[in-house]
């Protein structure tokens, strides 16, 4: 045990480095002996610390010097406030000393001397009463009640190494104090008297103190003063005396944190070596590793399951009076970004997070212990101090929500390749059901840092990041299947049983925060998760909340439908009836291969006129921008856009236009679109910024100035931030202009990829993301555009808007997945779909030598018939023989035939939720159609069992009941059954 023993000396000598020296009187070593003996006894060998209530282990504590606290410098002037420090999100309130203070002259500093000797707040002179300066008892007792009011709890400081020199007791019980053996008083380590804890009177003098402020005043608990000079056994008495009246009161030990004290005396203590090192680091004199290295020290000598107190400031450290040079306040001294850095591995690490007046808000006052110098709160209402608030508001409220941040939770380091500027740390929930990881720049450099197992991260200076994640498992019930997420695993759904980890957030095309199960309940969440599936057990995980499935029924149905009604509930509005009623026809296939111009367009314009194809809108694909974000035709292929748009309307059409979200990167609609010039409220620049380029990093009050770059295959381009109301805002107002100059209908919006957009930007919001700016990206449409087309989507369920499936291959195995993603597409919230073009959206299939087959083509007509819409595109006149060409409008008409059919599930769904497009499962519970099927429902009437084989054949699974197939023939099922050699004419339905 000599390292503990060591350990206290040090520890002891540090604590006092810096404060005015005073002669060695005698006493002082008779003191610490007497604290390390009772520490050495083997009683305390390996113990672990004490238990403690959950509101210190989950807390945040806040200190507040009643003379700086408010400009009042009173009891009265603090309590007015305290409805702040509860809205910073602190849960304890620590008061420093506001007992009767002495009046006896200060020798122990000469400045302190040239001050006018004030009242010291750690010289008491009466415990029971409060101090005149301050207030009455009542303002004392004033003050704790209103603490409590607002649910927090309070600490009081009490100070009994030493007293006053003109302490209360002192001419009634002269041997409270020690003396010499002449009589004379012994003064400790600050030229003050020490009381006498050898004298049992005294200690039950001191234990009354205590009683009293906890049973009469009503206080939580005790800040102890230099408690480490005093006998340990003393705090354990008062502990146990303590908790026979308040169960959960603590006692906070201002020592270093010596093994043993919190075995049974103490509930936390202070860390001043960590203090140290994270200011040391702060500053630059020390490493960045010595936190670690600090913390390391302290679990390997102190008792299992130590609580301690992480801060940067308190009144010792912040008070100018004991230092040289304008020490006066942190954030001025390092940056207010530099002392946020170092406040996050406050609030993030295994400790108690600890705050001086005003470092909530970024105070910069410059503060004296001993005389009336009071926080600026102006600087409440600034940029910095909404920042600040926000940050601590945010943390304060993880630490209560949040069971990985308590002190019980387990710290687990990281290692990484920058280890003298970074910390990386990982905090596991003691149930394991939430991890997060934690990273700190505390430099002052941009910092490229790989971290164990964990990836690489390019941080700026002082820049945190906190990923959560909480993980759930959820064991399966018998026979339980589940769908969602997105569409992109439309073909082969239900999951299996086995199935690698998706992170919803990232997920392409259309997905939603969104699980459904065949047995009735779903699994949702505002903000993305992931999840993976081992065994049947379903492993979510999510870096926001702690998931759990909700039970709404037995069904898939049921499950659908309360997950919708709860969280997208359907708006009762369509996108345009046209959509549905009649063929779409988008222009992409041709231009792609003949080139866009005015002239190719015109011409695919009148072909389609003439060849007795029902045509409801027609989209001008691509090709027509003379720049991105210009909306402004190429004049030279396009001479005449109006009138090009007038003869498409003369035809009895509607009109959409191609168009995306991005501005090419030169020319005056970028330089325009830049720093807010006549766009923006606050003069923020409209466009997302680069997620990498240092140049453009910037804090509130230091706007970036480089908007970021995004490779598509049109090249690169920037992009409004869709995500920040303003940039959302500047883009809506551009397309209604342009939609009216041109006499425009809708928009096919392009693009959306989240990948490319979290791989590039970051927005105006830091805590938003690529599936955020899809969402806004979708609502433009749903909300002011009824002709509208998306091939993205992120949680926009229930809006009226149409959805394509991405570009799909003319290729057999494309064909067999469509049915799948559109009745994925219903399950999402999105029933309003088209599986994009007939015969495929890939233009390369179409070129000369490509792959092209008559059959698919038709039986792709055949599929999307009896789909919500329907869109053609590669122009069937010249692609198919004359009968070929006939059995493909004859799957035009019968979209059209079907289109009151439609439109009724349509409006039915914009109420209710349902899918247009159902599966099987869905309509037919537990009849085992929980697997993958190409089949499908259309609404609860029919049955459509497509062809999508090249053998001509498809197997057929009618449920119970009676069915009438396309051919008049009818059916008793179940009945299971293959048709062969279906021809091409023909698409196989049921109607029951």
């Known amino acids: 045990m000599r390292v503990d023993f060591c350990c206290v000396l040090v520890a002891v000598a540090i604590r006092f480095v810096g404060i005015a020296a005073v002669e060695n009187v005698p006493g002082n070593q008779s003191d610490i002996e007497n604290y390390k003996s009772r520490i050495r006894t083997t009683e305390y060998a390996g113990c672990e610390a004490r238990t403690a209530p959950d509101w210190l282990k989950r807390g945040f504590i806040y200190q507040i010097n009643p003379r700086a606290f408010s400009p009042e410098g009173n009891l009265r002037g603090a309590t007015a406030r305290l409805s702040l420090v509860k809205d910073a999100g602190a849960t304890i309130v620590y ?31 009466d415990y029971f009463n409060a101090e005149p300066d301050f207030g009455t008892n009542e303002d004392r007792d004033a003050f704790v009640r209103e603490v409590h009011r607002l649910g927090m709890k309070v600490i009081f400081d009490i100070v009994f190494y030493h007293c006053g020199w003109d302490a209360c007791f002192l001419a009634v019980h002269p041997d409270y104090v020690k003396r010499n053996s002449d009589g004379t008083i012994v003064p400790g380590k600050w030229g003050r008297p020490v009381l006498n804890f050898d004298n049992p009177v005294a200690r039950e003098y001191l234990y009354g103190v205590l009683m009293h402020l906890v049973k009469d005043v009503g206080v939580d608990g005790f800040r102890c003063d230099v408690s480490e000079l005093i006998p340990i056994d ?31 005396g103490f509930d936390a203590c202070y860390d001043w070596p960590g203090m140290e090192a994270l200011r040391g680091a702060l500053d630059g004199r020390r490493k ?15 008792e299992r399951k130590a609580r301690f107190l992480r801060y940067l400031e308190n009144h010792d450290e912040t008070d100018a009076s004991q230092n040289k040079g304008p020490r006066g306040d942190s954030d001025e001294r390092w940056g207010c970004r530099l ?57 304060s409220a993880l630490r209560m929500s949040d069971s990985a941040f308590s002190t019980d939770a387990e ?111 779903y699994v949702w969440s505002d903000r993305p998760f992931s999840f993976a599936f081992e065994k049947g057990v379903l492993k979510l995980e999510s870096s926001f909340e702690k998931l759990s499935p909700t039970v709404a029924g037995k069904t898939l149905k049921s499950a659908y439908l309360a997950a919708a009604a709860r969280h997208f509930p359907f ?66 292929r396009f001479p005449d856009p109006k009138g090009m748009f007038a003869r498409i309307h003369e035809k009895g059409w509607k009109s959409m236009i191609w168009i995306s979200h991005f501005v090419a990167p030169e020319g005056g609609d970028f330089i325009r679109l830049r720093h807010g010039r006549g766009y923006t409220l606050d003069g923020l620049d409209v466009l997302a910024y680069s997620k990498f380029n240092d140049s453009c990093r910037s804090w509130p009050g230091k706007e970036a100035k480089a908007p970021g770059v995004i490779w598509w295959w049109s090249g690169i381009s920037c992009t409004w931030d869709l995500t920040y109301q303003p940039g959302w805002d500047d883009y809506v107002s551009k397309l209604k202009r342009f939609a009216a100059e041109y006499g425009i209908d809708g928009y096919k919006f392009d693009a959306g990829d989240v990948k490319t957009l979290d791989d590039s930007l970051r927005f105006h919001d830091p805590e938003k993301r690529g599936c955020d700016f899809v969402h806004d990206y979708v609502r433009i449409g749903a909300e002011y555009f009824p002709y509208s087309e998306y091939r993205v989507a992120w949680g926009n369920g229930g809006q009226p808007f149409m959805l394509r499936l991405h570009d799909r291959h003319h290729s057999w195995k494309d064909l067999a997945g469509v049915s799948g993603y559109v009745q994925t597409c219903g399950l999402l919230g999105y029933p309003y779909v088209v599986a994009d073009m007939v015969g495929g959206g890939e233009a390369g299939t179409f070129r000369p030598g490509s792959f092209f087959s008559e059959k698919l083509f038709v039986r792709s007509a055949a599929l999307l018939s009896l789909h919500p819409m329907m869109q053609f595109s590669a122009a069937p006149w010249r692609y198919l023989s004359k009968e070929n060409l006939e059995h493909c409008r004859a799957f035009a008409e019968l979209h059209v035939q079907f289109a009151p059919y439609i439109l009724e599930l349509a409006r039915h769904a914009s109420k209710t939720g349902e899918p247009i497009v159902r599966s099987m499962e869905y309509e037919f519970p537990h009849q085992g159609f929980a697997r993958p099927m190409v089949q499908f429902m259309l609404g609860s009437k029919w049955l459509v069992a497509p062809v999508v084989s090249e053998d001509d054949s498809v197997t057929v ?36």
Not at 111 to 120: F, I, R, S, T
């Open 571 to 636: 708006t009762s509005t369509i996108p345009a009836e046209l959509l549905f009623t009649k063929p779409q026809w988008n222009n992409w296939i041709e231009i792609a291969i003949q080139g866009t111009s005015q002239s190719t367009v015109d011409a695919y314009t009148e072909a389609l006129a003439k060849s007795g194809f029902p045509c409801g809108v027609y989209m001008m694909d691509g090709g027509w921008l003379n720049r991105s974000g210009s909306f402004q035709f190429n004049r030279e």
């Open 95 to 125: 008061l420093m000393p506001v007992n009767v203070l002495s009046t006896a002259t200060n020798h122990f500093s000469e400045l302190v001397h040239k001050l006018g000797d004030p009242k010291g707040f750690y010289s008491p002179k």
């Open 957 to 992: 699974e009618l449920p119970s009941g009676t069915w009438r197939d396309d051919l008049g023939e009818t059916h008793i099922g179940p009945k299971k059954f293959t048709l062969k050699n279906v021809p091409l004419s023909r698409l196989p339905r049921y109607e029951r």
């Open 288 to 302: 960045v590793s010595d936190i670690r290295r600090e913390w390391k020290t302290k679990r390997t000598h102190c």
């Open 234 to 264: 003393f705090w354990e008495e008062a502990h146990r005396r303590l908790s026979s009246v308040k169960p959960e009161v603590v006692l906070l030990c201002e020592g270093y944190g010596c093994p043993g004290e919190q075995c049974a």
């Open 339 to 395: 002392f946020e850095a170092g406040l996050f591995y406050c609030f993030t690490s295994d400790g108690i997070p600890f705050l001086f007046n005003g470092n909530e808000f970024a105070d910069t006052s410059f503060q004296r212990m001993l005389l009336k110098t009071p926080v600026d709160w102006a600087q409440r209402d600034t940029t910095e101090g909404r920042r600040r608030l926000s940050f601590v508001r945010k943390f």
């Open 411 to 521: 710290m687990v380091w990281l290692d990484n390749d920058a280890p003298d500027s970074v910390l990386s740390y990982e905090r596991v929930s003691p149930d394991g059901s939430s991890r997060h990881l934690c990273i700190v720049n505390l430099s002052k450099h941009r910092v490229k840092v790989q971290v164990q197992n964990r990836g690489s991260f390019d941080l700026a200076p002082a820049e945190y990041l906190d990923r959560a994640v909480f993980t759930t498992s959820v064991e399966p019930l018998p026979n339980e299947k589940w769908w969602g997420a997105t569409f992109n695993f439309g073909d082969r759904l239900p999951f299996a049983a086995d199935e690698k980890k998706v992170d919803i957030g990232s997920c392409g095309g259309a997905a939603a925060p969104l699980l459904v199960s065949s047995e009735g309940r």
